[in-house]
């Protein structure tokens, strides 16, 4: 959560126990501190390094904050105040649907959407996604919330309305290329052509893996171990291709 009106950047004990495993190993002690509030005083138990990533076609923005710890409130989140959002140049502001910018750059913008925060129950919450009808009306009451349950379970195993496949998870593929001899036949071939219609096919089917987010462009400031077969530079808009597609066909 993003707070223009908070002076620093906090996050409450109660939501990091109930979400994080042996955080208490991470904090870092501070003298006890006393924050007005509202509803009166919160005590501050020490600060926590939390990294962010927000993600974003043109280049990711990676943060990693300080949060400070709070005893006696129930915020469900963590809330990035004034202090981050004037160090990295975060701005927020109103159009006909709220965005957010990156150091004032138009091309860093990020659509806001508005949650209203409620309690639901998740399988009532994923059959609003899946929506009724899409069940079949031969399926019993108690074999309809079976496969609620399943399908709850296995959630980031698919995509649905107009989510993009590439947000599915769970179904990579491990590739072994052996570069020892003797090659494999379909190795044996000869590189991709350099051809101008060659390069035009790649291009388009780099810009759809894109669009489609199988793929994406990994940020200057991003640590990433990199592990696909197939490397492609980007430069001043071009693409460089280093590795044989047709090496992956099978």
Not at 118 to 144: A, G, H, R, V
Request: glycine share 6%; aromatic share 8%; with cysteine.
């Amino acid at each position: 959560m993003i707070d223009s009106g908070a002076h620093c950047s906090i996050v409450a004990r109660e939501y990091l126990d109930s979400h994080f495993q042996n955080w208490e190993k991470q904090l870092f002690l501070t003298e006890e501190k006393s924050f007005k509030h509202a509803t009166g005083k919160i005590t501050c138990i020490g600060t926590i390094i939390k990294g962010i990533i927000i993600p974003h076609r043109k280049g990711n923005i990676t943060l990693n904050p300080e949060f400070v710890v709070l005893e006696d409130t129930n915020i469900q989140g963590f809330l990035l105040g004034t202090d981050y959002q004037r160090m990295y140049g975060i701005d927020i502001y109103n159009s006909k649907n709220r965005h957010l910018t990156i150091k004032t750059k138009k091309e860093k913008k990020f659509p806001l959407d508005i949650y209203q925060l409620y309690n639901q129950d998740p399988l009532e919450e994923l059959l609003n996604e899946l929506k009724e009808e899409n069940f079949s009306s031969n399926l019993t009451c108690k074999q309809k919330l079976s496969l609620l349950i399943i399908l709850r379970k296995n959630r980031k195993a698919f995509a649905i309305g107009e989510e993009l496949l590439g947000k599915v998870r769970g179904q990579d593929t491990g590739l072994y290329l052996d570069v020892e001899r003797t090659y494999p036949p379909i190795l044996r071939r000869p590189p991709c052509s350099e051809s101008l219609e060659a390069r035009r096919k790649i291009e388009k089917h780099m810009i759809e893996f894109l669009d489609m987010n199988f793929i994406r462009k990994i940020g200057h400031n991003e640590i990433v171990k990199i592990t696909t077969p197939v490397l492609i530079t980007w430069h001043d808009g071009e693409y460089s291709l280093c590795g044989d597609f047709r090496a992956l066909n099978n």
